[in-house]
C-alpha cells in the first residue's frame, strides 16, 4: 500500500511537469526567456520494475517521461534521467530516442 501511495505521487508530479510544458506550449512561450526547468530522476533503471506491474499508476509512470522527453526542450522543461544500468532492457526506445546519452567513470 505504501508502494502503491509512493508510485502515485511520482506520476502525480511528473503529470505536473506534463501539464507545465503544455501550458507554455498554448501560451506559445519561446525556449528561453531566462528560465529553464530540470526535472531530475535518478535510478531510472528501477522504475522498470514498477513499469512492469499489472497497476495502472506503474503503467502510467513511464508515461510522462516519454512525453517530457520528446516535446519538454521545445517549452524549456529537460529530463535529466541517470541510470547505473542504461541498456536497452532497462529504458523503453520512446525515451532511448530523445536523449544524449553521457557517461561518467566512477
Not at 505504501?2 to 511520482?10: E, G, Q, Y
Not at 526542450?73 to 530516442?97: F, W
Request: glycine residues 4%.
Amino acid at each position: 500500500s505504501s508502494d502503491l501511495n509512493a508510485v502515485n505521487k511520482l506520476v502525480a508530479y511528473l503529470r505536473a511537469a506534463w501539464m507545465e510544458v503544455l501550458r507554455r506550449q498554448h501560451e506559445a512561450r519561446p525556449t528561453w526567456k531566462g528560465v529553464i526547468d530540470v526535472l531530475v530522476v535518478d535510478e531510472l533503471d528501477n522504475w522498470q520494475d514498477i513499469g512492469t506491474d499489472t497497476d495502472t499508476s506503474g503503467r502510467r509512470l513511464w508515461q510522462y517521461p516519454r512525453m517530457i522527453s520528446r516535446e519538454g526542450r521545445a517549452s524549456g522543461v529537460y529530463l535529466l534521467a541517470a541510470s547505473q544500468n542504461p541498456t536497452a532492457a532497462n529504458i523503453s526506445i520512446d525515451l532511448r530516442r530523445n536523449c544524449t546519452p553521457v557517461a561518467f567513470r566512477l
